[in-house]
């Protein structure tokens, strides 16, 4: 904690009550995150009171049941919009990078990332960037600690076991594009993409991803704020993020 993030946390608890940010306090003290499943044991930060779920129903969270049906149903359009990125603007595509590593079998368009949309992306995929603007960007859903993008995994792609930072975000996809052999695990449960439709599973679980098929799969994928989290846990846990990222040198 530095006197900046000291100063937005006291601004809230004067907003919303001393008690509005126990949580985010109990996960800062040490062991604060110390009781977790065994399967999230490699995440960093564990905000403590969240249900430890790995996989989530995409249409039982009333709060982001709207973003799963408006990009359900506008799956078509960005299928075919994704489709003509990929074949004519092959260089808007990036290695994806975490915190872990840069994959260059793993490829991505960003929608959003580093608190905003990502504008020059409008052109290339419309109806996902309007969708993701209107019911995840301007709602304030989406965590903007994190990011919006099209996943492509190129053909015999393996995204390692591993388990993300922390378990305040949920990470939503939209099968846009699923040939035959990918597989999606959390927490030791695997699943497979239904193209058109929403999967919803908890990150800070170790998971992993495969495609053993011959062609590219890919989903649109947000970062969403848990939809367990409060108003005012999400207001904190963005300047404490925030300013541990400045302070390590990070975007």
Known sequence: MTPETETVFEAIRAEFGAA??????????PGGGKDRHPAQKAAKWIL????????H???????????????????????RELDAAWAGHRAAFSDYA???TRQE???????????ALVE?????????????????????????????????????????????????????????????????TVAGETRSWEEGRCLLFDYSFEHEAR?????????????LWHPET????????????TEIRRLLGES
Not at 215 to 223: I, S, Y
Request: net charge negative; charged share 20%.
């Open 20 to 29: 509005s940010l126990a949580r985010v306090e109990r996960m800062l003290e």
């Open 48 to 55: 403590p009171g969240l249900s430890p779920t790995p996989w």
């Open 57 to 79: 129903d995409p249409y039982a969270h009333a709060e982001l049941a709207p973003v799963v049906h408006a990009l359900e149903a506008g799956h078509q359009a960005i299928k």
């Open 98 to 100: 975490h915190y872990l």
């Open 105 to 115: 079998d793993w490829q991505a368009l960003h929608l959003f990332r580093d608190g």
């Open 120 to 184: 020059e992306s409008a052109a290339l995929a419309p109806t996902a960037h309007r969708v993701v603007r209107e019911t995840a960007v301007e709602t304030e859903k989406i965590c903007p600690l994190l990011e919006c993008h099209f996943s492509t995994l190129l053909p015999g792609a393996v995204i390692a076991p591993h388990c993300d930072l922390w378990n305040f975000s949920i990470n939503l996809h939209l099968a846009v594009d699923i040939p035959d052999g990918c597989r999606l």
């Open 211 to 223: 495609n053993e098929g011959t062609r590219p799969r890919t989903c649109l994928l947000l970062d």
């Open 230 to 241: 409060t108003v005012p846990e999400r207001r904190a846990l963005t300047a404490l993020f």
